[in-house]
């Protein structure tokens, strides 16, 4: 069965560092997401990239957040400069077509930002 | 804006007790509703959905039934096993393609 990949698992890295995550959403899938959630609180949306392009963001994705397709096949979340506040599990997800459409997540990449 | 709200956890039963783990929501319109399952180490699964009122999700033996009236989705099994034991979350999708999820329910079942 085709799932969403998320790569590293774990990431710990130094306050003012750039990181980027990386997810494989399901191949025929054309929407595609980033959440994350801080320990113990809830799963919040931060991005969602359609045609290329942006297409919803929240008000936590600010100008250190960027999302890329550089390829047929990867789905990239960058944030630029890290803040302690960064860390938390972020979670890519896909689905086939837009609203109200099932979206298939990924494992998460847990981030720690010290 | 559209949120959900679900009972507080954690909650722990014995194997083959009932479950129920309450869910409502807010939103302008009508909503489809989820509910997702997320076991120890792994990322968020869909369990089950409902996209309109009335309908009744159902799968691996939990069930949830969209009911507009009282803006809830509660999930139910009637007997739990060990292998239930996981992080439960009700969440919604209107229009915008964002999903929002309520806050997770901790389910440990005891053998």
């Known amino acids: 069965e085709p799932e969403v990949t998320q790569t590293p698992s774990h990431q710990v890295t130094q306050m003012g560092q750039e990181v980027i995550l990386r997810c494989v959403p399901i191949?025929?899938?054309?929407?595609f997401y980033w959440y994350r959630q801080i320990l113990g609180q809830k799963v919040e949306f931060l991005v969602s990239?359609?045609?290329?392009?942006?297409?919803?963001k929240s008000e936590i994705f600010d100008d250190q957040f960027s999302v890329e397709r550089p390829d047929g096949s990867n789905f990239t979340l960058k944030i630029r400069s890290t803040k302690l506040e960064d860390s938390a599990m972020y979670f890519c997800?896909?689905?086939?077509?837009?609203?109200?459409?099932?979206?298939?997540f990924g494992p998460g990449t847990r981030l720690l930002v010290l | 804006g559209d949120s959900v709200t679900q009972m507080e956890g954690p909650v722990t039963l014995s194997e083959e007790a009932f479950l129920t783990i309450n869910c409502t929501y807010t939103?302008?319109?009508?909503?489809?509703l989820f509910w997702y399952v997320q076991y120890p180490g792994e990322g968020l699964q869909l369990l089950l959905k409902?996209?309109?009122?009335?309908d009744k999700g159902s799968n691996k033996g939990f069930e949830a039934t969209y009911r507009k009236e009282t803006t809830s989705f509660h999930l139910e099994k009637g007997s739990v096993q060990v292998s239930d034991s996981a992080v439960y979350f009700c969440?919604?999708?209107?229009?915008?393609?964002?999903?929002?999820f309520g806050q997770g329910t901790r389910l440990t079942i005891n053998p």
């Open positions: 997800a896909s689905s086939l077509s837009g609203p109200r459409e099932t979206q298939y």
């Open positions: 191949s025929n899938h054309l929407y």
């Open positions: 990239f359609y045609n290329n392009e942006i297409s919803e």
């Open positions: 939103a302008t319109g009508y909503p489809s």
């Open positions: 409902a996209t309109k009122a009335d």
């Open positions: 969440a919604l999708s209107e229009g915008a393609q964002k999903l929002v």
